[in-house]
């Protein structure tokens, strides 16, 4: 590691934060279409599982934060929030309620 290497990380997370706090980036989509094959296409529920699309942010982040935490009991979202920072959270949520 050379001097330039700190500056460096600086500028790329730099870079890579103001990306992630977009609601609808392609960082966001990419993650958003990983839930959708059990959630439903658009996050609008074809069945069981509820629909994602239309929630509003605040409530979906803290959902997605109390499934991380352990503090909501989940049968498969405790594993699918684990991979998230709050970050994604927000970026998520501000996506799926711009879904209608
Ligand atoms: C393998 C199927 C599957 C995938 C993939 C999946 N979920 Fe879920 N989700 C569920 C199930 C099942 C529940 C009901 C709670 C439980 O049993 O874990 C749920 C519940 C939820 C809830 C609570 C909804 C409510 O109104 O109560 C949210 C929010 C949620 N998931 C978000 C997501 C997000 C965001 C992703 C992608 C990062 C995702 N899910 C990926 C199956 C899935």
Redesign the pocket.
């Known amino acids: 590691m050379n001097k330039k290497t700190p500056l460096l990380f600086a500028g790329i997370f730099g870079l890579a934060l103001p990306c992630m706090a977009g609601a609808a980036n392609i960082h966001t989509q990419v993650?958003?279409s990983?839930?959708m094959?059990?959630?439903g296409p658009g996050g609008k529920s074809q069945g069981t599982?509820?629909s994602?699309a239309g929630?509003k942010k605040d409530d979906?982040v803290k959902?997605?934060k109390d499934?991380k935490s352990g503090a909501r009991a989940?049968?498969?979202?405790?594993r699918?929030a684990s991979g998230?920072t709050d970050a994604e959270f927000e970026a998520?949520g501000a996506y799926?309620a711009s879904l209608k």
């Open positions: 993650i958003a990983t839930c094959s059990c959630h599982i509820p994602l929630l979906f959902t997605m499934f989940a049968s498969i979202m405790k699918h998230y998520m799926f």
